[in-house]
């Protein structure tokens, strides 16, 4: 490229920027830069702007990505996997009144042994369908498992009464 618009040829351009020593605590390396660009023309100097700020969104959406994941991380909940039963055997309420409601749960008494989290909401998935149910019981028969009891009508969302029994069922709180 001739004509004086290639700042690399341009010896008269890039003469003082050529040794490093024009640099030390003279003029600032981007000043250098900035000055290069307003010399060689309006149009090239207009495009420092978005160059800017298209670098700047760059950073700025991966803090916001890091920042997110990292909320997401240690707000994250335990999920769980065992078999689902709907009969009420080995149950034995809360310690504390949970609102009535058809679509109940038992969960596992290991997990809960002082009624912690009663009344809260479970959330409940089988073979793509969910559901939330309340925790109103501790399943003693479901003691060191991650098994639980549901209400028939909360069993029979995820499948017919008469399969006694559904796994895998994966539950959180």
Known sequence: ?????????????N?????????????????????QLRRLGEPAFKLQFPITLLITAMFASRALFALVSSVAALSSVNAYTGRATWDSLGTTPCPVQCPLTDY???????????????CSKVYVS?????????????????A?????????????????LEVGQISPVVWNL
């Open 15 to 35: 003469e003082k920027y050529v040794h490093l020593s024009n640099h030390i605590n003279i003029i600032p390396p981007w000043k250098c830069i900035k000055d």
């Open 144 to 160: 060191n498992s991650f098994n639980i009891s549901l209400s028939d009508k909360a069993f029979a969302q995820l499948a017919p």
């Open 104 to 118: 109940r749960v038992a969960l596992p008494s290991t997990l809960f042994p002082n009624g912690d989290r009663c």
């Open 1 to 13: 490229m001739s004509g004086g618009l290639d700042p690399l040829r341009n010896s008269k351009l």
């Open 126 to 142: 089988y073979n793509g369908v969910n559901i939330a149910v309340t925790f109103t019981d501790l399943f003693l028969a479901g």
